[in-house]
Protein backbone atom coordinates (compact mmCIF):
# COMPACT_ATOMS: atom_id res chain seq x y z
CA UNK A 1 0.00 0.00 0.00
CA UNK A 2 1.53 3.35 -0.72
CA UNK A 3 2.45 6.05 1.69
CA UNK A 4 -0.15 8.61 1.52
CA UNK A 5 2.21 11.33 3.10
CA UNK A 6 3.28 14.12 -0.03
CA UNK A 7 5.67 16.44 -0.48
CA UNK A 8 3.19 19.27 -0.44
CA UNK A 9 1.83 17.58 3.21
CA UNK A 10 5.62 18.81 4.10
CA UNK A 11 5.50 21.95 2.62
CA UNK A 12 2.13 22.29 4.68
CA UNK A 13 3.50 21.17 7.74
CA UNK A 14 6.63 23.40 7.72
CA UNK A 15 5.01 26.49 6.08
CA UNK A 16 4.07 28.61 9.31
CA UNK A 17 6.32 27.42 11.80
CA UNK A 18 9.36 28.32 9.21
CA UNK A 19 8.07 31.25 8.55
CA UNK A 20 8.28 32.86 11.97
CA UNK A 21 11.29 31.37 12.68
CA UNK A 22 13.22 32.82 9.20
CA UNK A 23 11.00 36.29 10.72
CA UNK A 24 12.87 35.63 13.67
CA UNK A 25 16.33 34.97 12.17
CA UNK A 26 16.17 38.48 9.76
CA UNK A 27 15.56 40.45 13.18
CA UNK A 28 18.52 38.98 15.11
CA UNK A 29 20.72 39.39 12.21
CA UNK A 30 19.62 42.63 10.75
CA UNK A 31 21.93 43.56 8.14
CA UNK A 32 24.54 41.14 7.71
CA UNK A 33 27.20 39.35 5.52
CA UNK A 34 28.49 35.32 5.69
CA UNK A 35 30.76 33.08 5.58
CA UNK A 36 30.76 29.23 5.34
CA UNK A 37 33.73 26.98 5.57
CA UNK A 38 32.40 23.38 4.83
CA UNK A 39 35.62 21.76 5.65
CA UNK A 40 35.91 23.13 8.97
CA UNK A 41 33.47 23.37 9.57
CA UNK A 42 32.53 26.54 10.85
CA UNK A 43 29.27 29.11 9.74
CA UNK A 44 29.42 32.45 10.78
CA UNK A 45 27.66 35.71 10.38
CA UNK A 46 28.88 39.23 10.61
CA UNK A 47 27.30 42.69 10.69
CA UNK A 48 25.61 44.44 13.73
CA UNK A 49 25.80 41.01 14.98
CA UNK A 50 28.44 38.38 14.90
CA UNK A 51 27.10 34.83 15.24
CA UNK A 52 29.07 31.83 15.37
CA UNK A 53 26.63 28.93 14.61
CA UNK A 54 26.92 26.22 17.18
CA UNK A 55 25.78 23.23 14.10
CA UNK A 56 25.39 23.88 10.73
CA UNK A 57 24.20 20.83 7.62
CA UNK A 58 23.96 21.58 4.29
CA UNK A 59 21.21 20.09 2.21
CA UNK A 60 21.87 20.81 -0.68
CA UNK A 61 22.52 22.92 -3.97
CA UNK A 62 19.98 24.33 -6.33
CA UNK A 63 22.20 25.18 -9.53
CA UNK A 64 20.52 26.88 -12.71
CA UNK A 65 22.67 25.40 -15.44
CA UNK A 66 21.05 21.63 -15.20
CA UNK A 67 18.03 22.88 -13.50
CA UNK A 68 18.08 20.80 -10.83
CA UNK A 69 18.52 20.86 -6.97
CA UNK A 70 21.48 18.12 -5.30
CA UNK A 71 21.10 16.68 -2.30
CA UNK A 72 24.26 17.44 -0.25
CA UNK A 73 24.41 13.32 0.72
CA UNK A 74 25.05 12.76 -3.29
CA UNK A 75 27.11 15.68 -3.90
CA UNK A 76 30.73 14.28 -5.24
CA UNK A 77 32.69 17.08 -3.60
CA UNK A 78 32.49 14.77 -0.35
CA UNK A 79 31.75 16.86 2.97
CA UNK A 80 32.44 16.22 6.44
CA UNK A 81 29.31 13.47 7.40
CA UNK A 82 28.70 16.27 10.26
CA UNK A 83 27.42 18.38 7.34
CA UNK A 84 25.69 16.36 5.35
CA UNK A 85 24.18 13.96 7.80
CA UNK A 86 20.81 16.07 8.18
CA UNK A 87 20.42 15.50 4.34
CA UNK A 88 20.99 11.93 4.85
CA UNK A 89 18.01 12.17 7.27
CA UNK A 90 16.13 13.45 4.88
CA UNK A 91 17.26 11.11 2.08
CA UNK A 92 15.88 8.13 4.72
CA UNK A 93 12.71 9.39 5.21
CA UNK A 94 11.87 9.82 1.55
CA UNK A 95 12.84 6.49 0.68
CA UNK A 96 10.80 4.98 3.83
CA UNK A 97 7.76 7.22 2.66
CA UNK A 98 8.14 7.06 -1.11
CA UNK A 99 8.76 10.43 -1.40
CA UNK A 100 11.11 11.38 -4.87
CA UNK A 101 11.47 14.52 -4.03
CA UNK A 102 13.36 13.68 -1.37
CA UNK A 103 14.82 10.03 -1.83
CA UNK A 104 16.44 10.97 -5.24
CA UNK A 105 20.12 12.61 -5.35
CA UNK A 106 18.84 15.18 -7.88
CA UNK A 107 15.72 16.78 -8.34
CA UNK A 108 14.73 18.56 -11.59
CA UNK A 109 13.26 22.14 -11.22
CA UNK A 110 10.38 21.41 -13.13
CA UNK A 111 9.31 18.38 -11.22
CA UNK A 112 8.52 20.68 -8.00
CA UNK A 113 5.21 22.29 -7.26
CA UNK A 114 4.96 25.53 -9.85
CA UNK A 115 7.69 23.82 -11.52
CA UNK A 116 9.72 26.97 -10.34
CA UNK A 117 12.68 28.21 -12.46
CA UNK A 118 14.71 30.35 -9.64
CA UNK A 119 17.35 28.70 -7.71
CA UNK A 120 16.31 30.43 -4.27
CA UNK A 121 12.81 28.87 -4.66
CA UNK A 122 13.87 25.64 -5.26
CA UNK A 123 15.76 25.77 -2.49
CA UNK A 124 13.31 27.31 -0.22
CA UNK A 125 10.96 24.47 -1.28
CA UNK A 126 13.29 21.00 -0.73
CA UNK A 127 14.19 23.61 2.58
CA UNK A 128 11.20 23.31 4.23
CA UNK A 129 10.29 19.60 3.67
CA UNK A 130 13.86 19.46 5.23
CA UNK A 131 12.52 21.11 8.36
CA UNK A 132 9.51 19.14 9.07
CA UNK A 133 11.25 15.65 8.43
CA UNK A 134 14.54 17.10 10.58
CA UNK A 135 12.78 19.20 13.27
CA UNK A 136 15.45 21.81 12.81
CA UNK A 137 13.50 24.99 11.68
CA UNK A 138 16.38 27.96 10.86
CA UNK A 139 17.87 28.21 7.58
CA UNK A 140 19.63 30.30 5.48
CA UNK A 141 19.82 29.81 1.54
CA UNK A 142 23.40 31.94 0.11
CA UNK A 143 24.58 32.49 -3.70
CA UNK A 144 27.39 29.70 -3.93
CA UNK A 145 28.60 31.07 -7.35
CA UNK A 146 27.44 31.11 -11.14
CA UNK A 147 23.84 31.55 -10.25
CA UNK A 148 23.79 28.27 -7.58
CA UNK A 149 22.25 29.17 -4.44
CA UNK A 150 23.56 26.48 -1.01
CA UNK A 151 21.01 25.81 0.91
CA UNK A 152 21.45 25.02 5.26
CA UNK A 153 20.01 24.46 7.98
CA UNK A 154 21.46 26.72 11.06
CA UNK A 155 21.87 26.26 14.99
CA UNK A 156 22.44 28.98 17.59
CA UNK A 157 20.68 29.45 20.89
CA UNK A 158 19.52 33.07 19.49
CA UNK A 159 17.89 31.88 16.88
CA UNK A 160 15.17 29.68 18.99
CA UNK A 161 11.87 31.59 19.23
CA UNK A 162 10.57 33.54 22.54
CA UNK A 163 7.34 31.77 23.65
CA UNK A 164 4.26 32.53 21.54
CA UNK A 165 3.07 36.32 21.82
CA UNK A 166 -0.29 37.49 20.54
CA UNK A 167 0.01 39.87 17.70
CA UNK A 168 3.26 37.94 16.65
CA UNK A 169 1.15 35.20 16.00
CA UNK A 170 -1.85 36.74 14.52
CA UNK A 171 0.75 38.67 12.37
CA UNK A 172 2.81 34.84 10.87
CA UNK A 173 -1.21 33.49 10.26
CA UNK A 174 -1.92 36.67 8.54
CA UNK A 175 1.57 36.54 6.70
CA UNK A 176 1.23 33.21 5.61
CA UNK A 177 -2.38 33.04 4.22
CA UNK A 178 -1.59 36.26 1.96
CA UNK A 179 2.01 35.10 0.67
CA UNK A 180 2.34 31.50 0.98
CA UNK A 181 1.12 28.53 -1.50
CA UNK A 182 -0.45 26.64 0.94
CA UNK A 183 -2.38 23.36 -0.03
CA UNK A 184 -4.50 22.56 2.47
CA UNK A 185 -5.29 25.57 4.84
CA UNK A 186 -6.45 23.75 7.77
CA UNK A 187 -3.56 20.85 8.21
CA UNK A 188 -0.80 24.35 7.72
CA UNK A 189 -2.82 26.08 10.65
CA UNK A 190 -2.71 22.41 12.62
CA UNK A 191 0.96 21.90 12.02
CA UNK A 192 1.53 25.60 13.22
CA UNK A 193 -0.98 25.09 16.53
CA UNK A 194 1.21 22.09 17.29
CA UNK A 195 4.70 23.31 17.18
CA UNK A 196 3.73 26.44 18.61
CA UNK A 197 1.67 24.43 21.21
CA UNK A 198 -1.38 26.07 20.87
CA UNK A 199 -4.96 25.12 21.26
CA UNK A 200 -6.55 24.14 17.87
CA UNK A 201 -9.85 22.92 17.22
CA UNK A 202 -11.34 22.23 13.93
CA UNK A 203 -15.06 21.59 11.86
CA UNK A 204 -16.22 21.44 8.75
CA UNK A 205 -16.33 25.94 8.56
CA UNK A 206 -14.63 27.06 10.90
CA UNK A 207 -11.05 26.92 12.74
CA UNK A 208 -10.19 28.35 16.25
CA UNK A 209 -6.42 28.66 17.47
CA UNK A 210 -5.87 29.54 21.22
CA UNK A 211 -3.05 30.73 22.92
CA UNK A 212 -1.79 32.95 26.20
CA UNK A 213 -4.07 36.01 25.79
CA UNK A 214 -5.13 35.79 22.36
CA UNK A 215 -7.88 34.13 19.90
CA UNK A 216 -8.19 33.40 16.07
CA UNK A 217 -11.00 32.24 14.63
CA UNK A 218 -10.85 31.64 10.96
CA UNK A 219 -13.77 30.98 8.84
CA UNK A 220 -13.36 27.51 5.93
CA UNK A 221 -15.12 27.28 2.51
CA UNK A 222 -16.31 24.36 0.95
CA UNK A 223 -12.58 23.14 0.44
CA UNK A 224 -11.23 24.12 3.28
CA UNK A 225 -9.03 27.15 2.41
CA UNK A 226 -9.29 30.24 4.63
CA UNK A 227 -11.83 33.24 3.54
CA UNK A 228 -11.59 35.22 6.93
CA UNK A 229 -9.93 35.53 9.80
CA UNK A 230 -11.11 37.02 13.51
CA UNK A 231 -8.14 37.33 16.24
CA UNK A 232 -8.62 39.40 19.25
CA UNK A 233 -6.52 39.33 22.83
CA UNK A 234 -8.52 37.13 25.64
CA UNK A 235 -8.44 38.12 29.52
CA UNK A 236 -9.57 35.87 32.24
CA UNK A 237 -13.45 36.66 30.95
CA UNK A 238 -12.99 35.79 27.72
CA UNK A 239 -12.04 37.17 24.39
CA UNK A 240 -11.49 40.76 24.13
CA UNK A 241 -12.76 42.21 19.92
Not at 62 to 85: C, I, K, R
Not at 138 to 146: D, L, Q
Not at 173 to 197: C, F, K, N, S
Request: proline residues 7%; contains cysteine.
Amino acid sequence: MRNSLTFANLLDDAALLSLEHQLHLEEVLAEHSWHVNLKQPLFEFTGDRSITCTAFHLLGTAAPGPASWLWAWANPSGFPEAVVSASERVRDFGRQHDIPELASAEVPFASLPGSPSAPHVVAGLLTEAAKTVTGHWTSYNGEAGGGTRAAFLVEHPDFHLPAPEPVRVIRVIEQALADLLLTDHRRALRAYAAGRGLGAEFDDREGRLTGPGFEAVVDLDAYGRVTAIKAGLSSPDGPTP
